[in-house]
């Protein structure tokens, strides 16, 4: 196997895991950087996440579009992966949702913060980025680069931002980190909506986020992805944490 097909297999199943732990549904995406090409990243054919084989995976120039389409029709959203990429030469994963428990937090401008270790990966801040603000009324979809260019300045240093009225996007250096990172984004949202409805929230300290963000490695994102592949019948492949 090269770096390529090990990668190849790792996005199948990590659509597969999103799917079945409800981070997307017919809708949302998950690329990859190229592991030998940085200016390139691969990302499905416009096809539910669930459903996606090998065959469906393409590659993308960081302008967003394929180099060798075959046919085969991309996301209209490709734009969001691209230009975050583009921005962010660290990122070598993207995922673009619309988890369910997010969305309350887009369309209030609450902001959601870590509350349970777990999810301290996501960072110290979230924030949200407007779509309307710069590009008036559309039909809230990332349909263009300069969408994507402007998402991705939202994003800035951290690890995630929320898309008002639509979804999130999370960025991270390999497909199990940004995996666990966006299951975990879901979880953190849902607990602290019903933490909100019971009293005042002790969120996560700063100090407490960066201690996790400093121990949390391959070890934890392995263990997830073990089980995650488990629960979508995948097999998990080779791990790397220690
Ligand atoms: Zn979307």
Known sequence: MTPLDTLLDELVTANRILAREEVVDSFGHISARHPERPDRFILSRA??????????????SLDGEPVDARGRKPYLERYIHAAVYEAKPEVHAVVHNHSPSVIPFGVTGTKIRPLLHTCGCMGHEVPIWDSGEKFGDTNMLVSSLAMGRDLARRVGGGRTALLRGHG?????????????????????????MQAMGMGTIKFLTAGEVDKILESTGAVAFDRAWENWCRRAGREPGQMTGV
């Open 47 to 60: 096809r539910a996440p669930d459903c996606i084989e090998r065959d469906d995976l393409m590659e993308f």
């Open 168 to 192: 999130c996007v999370v960025a991270a250096r390999n497909i199990r980190e940004v995996v666990y990172i966006a299951v975990y984004l879901e979880l953190n949202a849902r607990l602290q």
